[in-house]
């Protein structure tokens, strides 16, 4: 089994700028999105900061290592922001979203803060892998709320990001892989624009037209946010 993968990234329809970041690397078995926080100071900076550390890292061993290799690099870019958010912007959050996944043959490993996702595509069926951090979610975990209640609700708040917080909790969840899944990580601005049925269809595409369909029909619609797509397929062979 091997991976082909693909990434693009745009600034949509409205935002004079892109505070997404996106890292892709079929070779490493290492794909993320990072979503800078909109309306904080520096957006671009703290998703670009979690990309740039993520390529710079040596992914030597097996999976356990390096998803602790992973999660090392995210709390120290964590420490990073906030550092950089005391002495440059006056103690104002500068943090990012991520979603990361690390794949090493038939098992696969993502972490994430915040709310952009990770689905997988299996056959027929679309699974959302991650679960979004947020208030809604929070509350449907604890019962305080209904899953219909929850899949109604809109919010745009995180309660989780890189750089949010002193302390970084991540989320990790293992999953398996079979020869023929796609994976597709994005950010909120792709996801809240695109409905699921075209999420399904475009998945079925080769990973480039994927990504470009993907992009295309989000800028086709309002596109209010920035937008990130990362797919990646387990190909059958060696």
Same mark, same amino acid.
């Given at each position: ?61 097996g999976l ?35 979603? +990361?996944? @690390?794949?090493?043959?038939?098992? &696969?490993?993502? !972490? ?5 996702? $990770? /689905? =997988? ?50 989320? +990790?969840? @293992?999953?398996?892989?079979?020869? &023929?899944?796609? !994976? ?5 601005? $792709? /996801? =809240? ?16 037209a994927a ?28």
């Amino acid at each position: 089994m091997y991976w082909c993968s693909s990434a693009d990234t745009h600034q949509g329809n409205y935002r004079k700028r892109n505070e997404d970041a996106v890292f892709c690397s079929s070779a490493t078995g290492l794909w993320a999105v990072a979503d800078g926080m909109g309306g904080h100071n520096a957006g671009d900076f703290a998703s670009e900061a979690i990309v740039q550390s993520l390529a710079d890292i040596k992914l030597d061993g097996g999976l356990p290592e390096a998803v602790d290799t992973i999660e090392d690099c995210l709390l120290n870019v964590n420490d990073e922001l906030r550092r950089h958010a005391r002495l440059n912007c006056g103690g104002e959050t500068v943090g990012s979203t991520v979603v +990361v996944v @690390v794949a090493r043959g038939p098992v &696969g490993v993502v !972490l994430w803060a915040g709310d952009s996702r $990770l /689905y =997988r595509l299996r056959e027929r069926k679309i699974e959302q892998i991650t679960r979004d951090h947020n208030p809604v979610s929070d509350l449907l975990e604890v019962g305080g709320v209904t899953e219909e209640e929850a899949v109604n609700a809109d919010t745009h708040i995180i309660t989780r990001a890189v750089g949010g917080q002193s302390e970084l909790h991540l989320d +990790v969840a @293992v999953f398996d892989i079979k020869p &023929g899944d796609t !994976l597709l990580l994005c950010s909120d601005g $792709l /996801y =809240r624009e695109v409905m699921p049925h075209t999420l399904f269809s475009a998945l079925q595409l080769s990973v480039d037209a994927a990504v470009d369909t993907l992009v295309h029909e989000c800028l086709q619609g309002e596109a209010r946010d920035n937008l990130s797509v990362v797919v990646a397929r387990a190909e059958p062979g060696t």
